[in-house]
């Protein structure tokens, strides 16, 4: 069977020809120089395609700007199946923090590249932009806050042949987003073989077991294209990394039976019914034309945990007061009811005399004591749904005005639904009516592209064709809030005394639900020219109109020139921007948040809300950048070794306000003023573009090869040093909020792997070094620290029993290091053990064993 090339890596040097619609692709010097007259009809579009391959070092040699290069294979040898937990052990400059009792970022959890926000990552799926996940991150640790990036999570492992993470500002090429650099997940095409992975895993202390079954499969398309599919299932339980809330033990000291003996718990949540598939199919059309298809489905239930509720203290649910009394309501309207007081004087009562008082309430007299005596504690979470599908032909014109450009049309759509779900607690205002469980409503993302691109290769007289790229680009972009059931937002009858909603996550009203969109249109060209033998140089113009805030162009340029044949020099220089998304300029919200160590609600609305413009809110605009970069590269025989050095200053930034106070003077002027729905409002947050950042790094990456112990060694380090600073700011901000945004993230972290294979055996061991940092808990400015830089290991060994069948076994984290634990008094006031900013995680270690069988 004949197969086209055009869907195979063929080259070394990375170009940027088809920003927005080919896979970061690749222009082979050495190719093109040996090439004769004959050969060259022949091997013309394998000019273009997907950079790398499995075998290739982890960084392009050839490159005017950092890539890495991570195989399918690497990414595997993980006990993890969580595509963000596999991405962060191999690139140091790439980060994922967890986030326990973190509203909707415990569902799907941000990434951040070089100490930028996860939005400021462009994430592409062979090549083509990948749409948004729903949820906005509304306590995403100060650098996330207020961030709208894409699922990683939903992509599995065994579904990719490689990633590309190009560590390089890249809007000039790609568009929005890409101001950190971009992110290419290259699914595999092989047209035969596959194979059936099964996996189980825990963590030493005995919890998140998760199981795991994954297979791939090729299959011939006619005798000139490929399928392929991938499909995962998993199951992961919970963690808890916590201790007893020190009023929690007060009140079974007092001699209450009902609380947990856990009340609240801190660790990963629960994941039921992971399922995700995932297509690739292409057919060579013949004539030097291709057609591809590919895209995914994926469909997963979260639950994880919030805040305890003290059945003496919640305000709004049991008490109004501090505690002082219990809240009690009069369902009748008889009249007769009055607070329970919790205290005898000065003593404070225990369980069984504040039992007897409310027992001896007329029965018209209600309060949530005797519905929960030991305090409640919500469970949040809900149904993700993630689907794509992308669609194009490529090829070479061949006669006209266009004979000899390659081409690629493209349509995509994508789709991220949210559907929250939040369980285990009251709509207080509807009093003993209130159901215990609420369908809090939906948020739905919805993506469609349309793109156009171009590839010429010009002769003039440098030592290689010029490659000429251009192309267009139509985008749409919604963002819809479904309304939560009635339940979840209904203001009962004893709103004046309770508050309404669902505790916790209050369910989307109809005055919230809604959908917006917006379309924009980009066009680009592309340049790049071997000078010389020794000198590549490029540069990218690319303009792009929005028709809601206008246009904008950007530039980038880049060059390397090789002193030797081992050695060469590269930089970059590159204007960005990232649009505001549609979510982030209509979003609204209401989360549970810690201050001053009082549980609040704050309301988060649109920065052109009424309430917003009160406390400084203005209309979202684009994040500007300016990206400078320098870099040394040496590929050797079998060393390999790149170093960058990069800065980004990004004006503009779009992050989550600080919290502000809604007096009662400002709801008279509101409601004066027409606006509805501001009576219940303490405090809200909106979205800003308050401040400025310059982020500066360096990049080292180190491959060598040699034979050892009588097999095949391959030894990587990668390191990474990254330090942020914000330069402006305003009060809107906060110096909290600058603080984490400067120092919640490790300046330092590193990896050094060493892989080895033997004939039948292969060993897989890396060492993961994080700096010090910030240790920040619950987003309280009274519960911050220092966390000490901390070292861990990794280990998996593989027998091969034959061709077909292997086994493993592994540990991460294999000597259980501690993350930072939490004082001893800051543990006490929520219950939890370790600073939920751990750059290691805080779940310790985790064994596995899995069974793969290749066909």
Not at 541 to 556: M, P, Q
Not at 673 to 681: H, I, K, T, W, Y
Request: glycine share 10%.
């Amino acid at each position: 069977m004949k197969k086209s090339n055009y869907y195979h890596p063929v080259s070394r040097a990375v170009k940027y020809a088809l920003a927005s619609g080919l896979a970061l692709s690749v222009y082979s010097t050495n190719t093109l120089a040996q090439d004769t007259a004959a050969a060259e009809a022949e091997t013309k579009v394998e000019k273009i395609a997907v950079v790398g391959s499995r075998s290739a070092p982890r960084s392009i040699a050839d490159s005017p700007v950092p890539v890495d290069i991570i195989g399918g294979d690497e990414l595997m040898k993980s006990g993890s199946s969580d595509m963000l937990n596999m991405l962060t052990s191999t690139v140091p400059s790439l980060n994922v923090q967890t986030t326990p009792i973190s509203d909707a970022a415990t569902l799907i959890r941000p990434v951040n590249l070089r100490g930028l926000s996860s939005d400021s990552t462009l994430i592409l799926l062979n090549g083509k932009r990948r749409h948004r996940a729903s949820v906005i991150t509304f306590l995403g640790g100060g650098l996330n806050d207020g961030a709208q990036g894409p699922d990683i999570s939903v992509i599995p492992g065994i579904a990719l042949k490689q990633v590309e993470v190009l560590r390089d500002g890249a809007a000039a090429q790609y568009g929005s987003d890409a101001i950190a650099g971009v992110i290419n997940f290259v699914l595999k095409d092989a047209d035969q073989g596959g194979s059936i992975e099964v996996k189980q895993g825990e963590y030493y202390e005995g919890d998140g077991n998760s199981t795991e079954i994954a297979a791939n499969v090729g299959m011939p398309l006619t005798d000139a294209g490929f399928v392929n599919l991938s499909v995962q299932y998993k199951n992961v339980d919970a963690t808890s990394r916590s201790v007893q809330r020190a009023d929690a033990q007060g009140i079974i000291d007092a001699g209450n039976p009902f609380v947990a003996p856990i009340a609240q718990v801190w660790g990963s949540p629960e994941l039921k019914d992971d399922f995700t598939f995932f297509g690739n199919a292409g057919l060579d059309l013949g004539n030097d034309r291709e057609a591809y298809i590919f895209g995914n489905y994926s469909e997963r239930d979260v639950t994880g945990g919030f805040y305890y509720r003290n059945p003496h203290t919640r305000g709004g649910v049991f008490s109004n007061d501090g505690g002082e009394t219990l809240e009690v309501v009069d369902t009748t309207g008889q009249g007769n009811c009055s607070n329970v007081s919790l205290f005898d004087g000065s003593n404070k009562l225990n369980h069984d005399q504040i039992t007897a008082r409310v027992a001896a309430l007329p029965s018209n007299c209600f309060t949530f004591f005797s519905m929960f005596p030991g305090g409640f504690t919500p469970n949040f979470g809900g149904n993700i749904t993630d689907t794509s599908l992308t669609a194009g032909t490529k090829g070479e014109f061949k006669e006209g005005v266009l004979a000899n450009v390659f081409y690629d049309f493209s349509a995509s759509v994508g789709r991220s639904e949210s559907n929250f779900k939040i369980i285990n607690t009251v709509n207080a205002s509807l009093g003993p009516d209130t159901p215990t469980s609420f369908d809090a409503g939906k948020y739905i993302q919805l993506e469609k592209n349309f793109s156009a691109d171009f590839v010429k290769y010009v002769e003039a007289g440098f030592y290689n064709d010029v490659v000429v790229a251009s192309g267009l680009q139509w985008t749409e972009e919604s963002f819809e809030i479904v309304a939560g059931e009635v339940a979840s937002w209904e203001i009962g009858p004893y709103v004046s005394q309770l508050t309404n909603g669902s505790n916790g996550f209050p369910g989307f009203q109809p005055d919230d639900a809604g959908l917006n969109d917006r379309r924009n249109y980009a066009a680009y060209i592309d340049v790049e020219a071997e000078i010389t033998e020794k000198l590549l140089m490029a540069t990218a113009l690319r303009f792009e109109d929005y028709d809601s805030f206008g246009n904008t162009t950007n530039y980038k340029i880049t060059g390397q020139y090789r002193l030797t044949d081992d050695l060469a020099v590269r930089g970059s220089h590159s204007t960005g921007f990232r649009a505001p998304t549609v979510g982030q300029s209509n979003v609204r919200n209401v989360r549970t948040a810690l201050i001053g160590g009082e549980l609040v609600d704050i309301a988060l609305l649109p920065p052109t809300s009424p309430v917003s413009l009160l406390k400084g809110g203005k209309e979202l605009t684009p994040e500007e950048s300016k990206s400078f970069a320098v870099g040394l590269v040496y590929s050797g025989a079998s060393f390999f070794f790149t170093a960058d050095l990069f800065r980004i200053e990004v004006d503009d930034r779009i992050g989550q306000s600080a919290e502000f106070d809604v007096t009662a003077a400002d709801r008279i002027a509101l409601q004066a003023a027409g606006v509805r729905g501001v009576e219940s409002l303490s405090q809200i947050t909106f979205l800003t573009n308050d401040f400025d950042t310059v982020t500066t790094g360096l990049d080292l990456v180190a491959n060598y090869s040699t034979s050892l112990l009588d097999g095949r060694s391959t030894f990587s380090l990668a390191y990474n040093w990254t330090d942020t600073e914000v330069k402006r700011f305003t009060a809107v901000t906060g110096a909290f909020k600058v603080s984490r945004l400067e120092n919640d993230l490790p300046n330092h972290r590193a990896t050094l792997t060493w892989n080895q294979q033997w004939q039948d055996i292969d060993m897989f061991v890396r060492g993961n070094y994080y700096g010090s940092f910030q240790g920040v808990h619950a987003d309280d400015p009274g519960l911050v620290g220092q966390g000490s830089e901390k070292m861990t290991f990794d280990v998996e060994v593989a027998y091969h029993l034959n061709d077909k069948f292997s086994v493993a076994v592994g540990a991460q984290n294999v000597f259980d290091t501690d993350a930072e634990r939490l004082p001893s008094d800051f543990s006490e006031i929520l219950g939890a053990q370790f600073y939920e900013t751990s750059p290691m995680g805080i779940n310790g270690g985790y064994y596995y064993l899995k069974g793969i069988y290749r066909f």
